[in-house]
């Protein structure tokens, strides 16, 4: 029962202690703060809406409402929903659920949910899921075309509904009935500020198609339209567009035809062409006031779209016919009557299309078939309304809400007295405040306030709503429940809020005064009858089915019945379809103005429990016993408060229940017992009770953990106990077998070397001398034999690159192993060389000079590795002039190419041909061909390089030499690992001596009779592109960057 245990404040206000407003609205209040928004009153609902999605809906929470009774889990509408359904279903009782609050307050998201629990829990297949389906998709139709937002919601449902929904004996739905009431039609022509019109009118702007509102003569921009609030077009967190394309999908699955839906929209699309009518003062020749339409081109617009001749529709907006039994008179409309003559029209068609569509709803949902029906009602209406300025709307309302407050009280009396007389408690006369004196005030045939305004709405002559009240107040000056500013003059009360032109009512939620101004008017609700006749003459086939009475075949001189009295007729109706029916009640609160999660307003939840009569409804439940449960439940709940039923009683349930009273010492006026349940009149008994529950169980509980921690140590200890003894004789066994196994061993072991002393002892006279020796040379040879035969079926490949070698299988291989290797290469290399051409072994011997000199000291080495030496690099064969250069004498000329030669005063760079022959390096002008130097080889003393990726070289020069006394040469190479390895081995060849190169970043070059240091540093670029640049440092510095 977690209504007390674990529970957030109390969740059923029966047992609220104490009982008064302000205990009420805190507890609605910290239960609201914990976001727990339902709170029982018996067995109805309050709702406090919440302004966010809470995670406590959905087929998991259905599922779970399902299977428990009402007050075994947490108050929620599903529980509710739950107790309806199933009672409807297994004890064949039609339900009715109502659902009361005002504006905000939920009520359309609680018919909501109902209707979902419903529909979620009832049976499966195909017709069934039809007809759940349709059933569902009437709420997004009926809330796009009667709901809008206010100032206090986004989704307001302007109109009462009252939904039928009917069942078969297996509890599966067949169809349903809609019943709207008072469609507030003034909404289709005037606005507050802050609010809306319908929603189907943004939804048709935003959400058809171009093509769709060309059909329809509409513009998407909703300021173009009067009857729109261009302060308010769109509403956060609505989507206008998704939403009309959600109740076009919805009529197509409730029934309607393409057709059908397309003349709706057109409808709709003519009540805002309406509003753009715009009417001009104009005079008739005899000087009488007289009106006329402005722009045509709207009035022409209307008539093609529902094929109307527009000065037909222009007449009946301008001037009325009034006839009589021998005449017809017709008269021109002033402005003023001409422009509430436009608007009436608007708000006629929007109603009648409204009562069509959830006629045409019920035509699709209806039960066809002639079988015993079960029926569960949904009512969602308004709630009691006091607003600033109460008229006509907030009347009917409130009359309405008077009377389901009415119903309320009876039938929960009823409720409980038919309780107490089932299980055999005497009943007691419960005093309550009964309203039906202000019921029959408003409703009364004869004397009511409903009759006097169609009295006076009926009677020939001056008729105002000054006249109206003047009857009031001559009628009910003495009534206990009416005051006016004449009834209080005449008792000599004095109020100054009290109007001249209104008159107040005391209904059982408090005062409110009604202001007569427009009573008359709204009573007589009157269409002139050329409006009706022009709208029948329409070609449109639904906007002619709205006015029947426009039909000259059906013309009727009599007054149709006033909105009064059809509201009036509607709700005796209502009355006696609930008095009918078991009742089920939601009262929708809203927490606060603002609708802001988390906010409450404990003024204004303190006036809505006022106008729903919360408090009331608590009293008249504890009137008698404030709790009431079922002998079974309670024992099971509380046995273990006596000794004598816990932990087991095997007698009836009422024995043990009349025992547990007895034993706890419960006065006798406290309890009484029924048939089946136990009546508890007070809460603080049930506390009680509860506070000795949550005591036992917690002696019960340290009971349950003492056992519990006795059974697991001797469980422990006995589980331990048999490891252990299980442990000790794997061991014992494991030590015995290990010590068994040695000795075996050791036995063995001695019986196997006295085997073979004996052995050795009784034959050692046939051991033969130097036989071991032989033995082992025997053995050393075939294992050298198989060493060699393995070796000549594994040989590696007599690739030179290939220095893969099998490893000798013994150690005392490995040095005859290492030697074979050495001799398998040598003859692979030999091999090698005896395929080569002479001038394929000169290639390779230049290449191992250039090893030799550059192989890790130079970084452009490894590029030069796979590249050719050509020699040849200027086209030498085809430029005879440089051919004479070389002389006769001189041989092959060894490299031609074209070097740059380091100016070394300043830096820069020449370009020249350099030749190298068997004894000369000759320099030669690029251009002109001729020899500058000439330089014997025997005359280069050395060579110094960089170790970068450059071709800067310096060619030392001796002394001695003709050349050598102008200095060293400073030259820049592309083959620069070529050319010195060319120039190396001419030197060797020329004079039989080494050329010393030198591998180094800084040397000297000798310039005449001094000498520069050249430094040669790596730029950013990290050499990279071999570029290099010169700059003169000082007199004797020259700096050589490689970028």
Not at 224 to 237: F, I, K, P
Not at 675 to 691: A, D
């Amino acid at each position: 029962m977690p209504l007390l245990e674990d529970s957030v404040g109390v969740e059923d206000l029966v047992l609220l202690e104490p009982l008064v407003q302000e205990s009420l609205l805190k507890n609605l209040q910290i239960r609201y703060e914990k976001k727990e928004i339902y709170t029982y009153i018996g067995n109805v609902v309050i709702s406090l809406n919440p302004y966010q999605q809470l995670p406590i809906y959905g087929p998991e929470f259905i599922a779970k409402y399902r299977d428990y009774t009402f007050y075994e889990l947490k108050p929620h509408i599903y529980a509710l929903a739950n107790v309806a359904y199933q009672s409807l279903k297994d004890r064949d009782r039609d339900q009715c659920i109502l659902i009361t609050g005002e504006s905000g307050a939920g009520k359309t998201e609680a018919s909501k949910l109902v209707m979902s629990y419903v529909a979620a829990v009832c049976g499966k297949g195909e017709q069934v899921n039809s007809v759940k389906e349709q059933l569902l998709q009437s709420n997004p139709v009926l809330e796009a075309f009667g709901n809008a937002k206010t100032i206090r919601n986004n989704n307001s449902s302007r109109f009462g509904k009252y939904m039928d929904i009917e069942f078969d004996f297996k509890g599966s739905p067949l169809g349903g009935v809609i019943t709207n009431y008072l469609l507030e039609k003034s909404r289709v022509v005037k606005q507050l500020k802050g609010e809306r019109n319908f929603h189907i009118f943004y939804q048709l702007l935003a959400g058809a198609d171009a093509q769709l509102l060309k059909a329809l003569k509409l513009e998407q921009e909703t300021s173009l339209y009067a009857y729109l609030n261009r302060e308010m077009s769109r509403v956060d967190g609505m989507d206008d567009a998704s939403n009309f394309r959600a109740v076009q999908s919805a009529m197509t699955v409730i029934g309607f035809s393409d057709e059908e839906i397309r003349q709706v929209l057109e409808v709709t699309a003519l009540v805002l062409k309406l509003g753009n009518v715009e009417l001009s003062d104009e005079f008739q020749a005899n000087g009488i006031p007289a009106s006329g339409i402005r722009d045509r081109q709207g009035v022409q617009e209307i008539g093609e779209l529902v094929g109307l001749s527009s000065e037909e529709l222009e007449k009946a907006l301008c001037s009325r016919t009034v006839e009589t039994a021998k005449e017809k008179v017709v008269t021109a409309l002033n402005i003023t009557q001409a422009q509430y003559a436009r608007d009436a029209l608007a708000k006629n068609i929007y109603s009648r299309l409204f009562n069509w569509i959830v006629y045409r709803i019920n035509e699709s949902i209806k039960v066809s078939t002639g079988e015993k029906k079960k029926v569960m009602g949904v009512l969602d209406i308004y709630g009691f309304e006091i607003l600033q300025d109460n008229s006509f709307e907030q009347f009917v309302i409130n009359y309405c809400n008077e009377k389901l407050q009415q119903v309320f009280i009876e039938m929960t009396l009823k409720e409980e007295q038919e309780e107490y007389k089932r299980e055999g408690i005497p009943w007691t006369k419960v005093d309550y405040f009964d309203n039906s004196i202000i019921c029959n005030l408003i409703e009364h045939n004869q004397r009511g306030i409903l009759a006097m305004l169609d009295e006076e709405c009926l009677r020939p002559g001056v008729v105002s709503d000054s006249t109206f009240l003047a009857k009031l107040n001559q009628l009910f000056s003495k009534h206990g429940h009416y005051e006016s500013k004449v009834t209080q003059n005449a008792q000599r009360q004095y109020d100054h809020t009290m109007g001249l032109s209104c008159f107040r009512i005391c209904h059982y939620a408090g005062k409110v005064m009604y202001n007569v101004t427009g009573f008359i008017d709204k009573n007589n609700d009157l269409l002139y009858r050329d409006l009706s006749q022009a709208m029948w003459k329409a070609q449109q086939p639904l906007l002619q089915s709205l006015f029947p009475e426009g039909d000259p075949k059906q013309v009727s001189l009599k007054r149709p019945p006033t909105a009064g009295s059809q509201f009036k007729n509607s709700v005796a109706i209502l009355m006696k379809n609930l008095y009918s029916k078991n009742p089920n009640y939601i009262r929708c609160i809203k927490p606060n103005e603002h609708q802001q999660r988390g906010q409450f307003s404990s003024e204004l939840v303190s006036s809505q429990a006022l106008y729903l009569g919360l408090l009331e409804n608590v009293r008249v439940r504890r009137a008698g016993y404030a709790y009431r449960q079922g002998y079974g439940p309670f024992l099971e709940r509380y046995r273990m408060l006596s000794r004598s039923t816990w932990p087991h009683w095997k007698e009836g349930d009422r024995k043990g229940v009349e025992k547990i009273i007895e034993e706890l010492s419960v006065a006798s006026e406290e309890a009484a017992f029924g048939k089946t349940k136990i009546f508890i009149r007070s809460p603080k008994t049930l506390f009680y009770l509860e506070e000795q529950r949550r005591l036992r169980l917690q002696q019960l509980a340290t009971l349950i953990q003492k056992i519990y921690r006795g059974w697991r140590c001797r469980t422990n200890y006995q589980l331990m106990r048999k490891s252990q003894i299980l442990i000790s004789s794997w061991f014992r066994g494991n030590m015995q077998k290990k010590r068994y196994g040695k000795i075996k061993a050791s036995v063995l072991l001695i019986q196997a070397f006295v085997r073979g002393w004996k052995a050795r002892k009784n034959y050692r006279k046939y051991f033969r001398s130097g036989a071991a020796l032989t033995l082992a040379a025997f053995i050393y040879k075939s294992i050298a034999q198989k060493f060699l035969l393995g070796l000549r079926n594994s040989l590696p490949s007599t690739k030179v690159l290939d220095n893969k070698w099998p490893t000798a299988p013994y150690k005392y291989f490995n040095t005859a192993n290492q030697e074979l290797r050495q001799l398998f290469h040598q003859w692979k290399c030999k091999k090698f060389l005896d395929q080569l051409s002479p001038e394929q072994f000169e290639v390779l011997r230049e290449k191992l000079f250039a090893s030799e000199l550059f192989k890790g000291k130079k970084a452009s080495y490894p590029q030069s590795v796979p590249v050719q030496f050509r020699g040849d690099y200027i086209g030498l064969q085809g430029n005879p002039k440089l051919q004479k250069l070389k002389g006769g004498e001189e041989g092959p000329v060894l490299m031609a190419e074209i070097v740059k030669k380091v100016n070394r005063g300043n830096g820069k760079m020449s370009s020249r041909i350099l030749l190298l022959t068997k004894g000369h390096v000759i320099l030669t002008d690029a251009k002109k061909s001729q020899a500058k130097t000439v330089i014997g080889l025997d005359s280069v003393a050395g060579v110094s390089v960089t170790s970068l990726r450059d071709g800067l070289f310096c060619l030392h020069l001796t002394e001695m030499s003709s050349v050598g006394s102008k200095g060293d040469f400073l030259l820049i190479s592309d083959h620069v690992v070529e050319l010195l390895t060319k120039m190396y081995r001419a030197v060797l060849d020329a004079t039989q001596r080494q050329l010393p190169v030198t591998v180094t970043e800084e040397f000297s070059v000798r310039f005449k009779e001094r000498s520069v240091a050249v430094k040669v540093t790596q730029g950013p670029g990290g050499g990279r592109d071999s570029k290099l640049s010169c700059k003169k440092k000082g007199n004797h510095g020259l700096e050589v960057t490689v970028n």
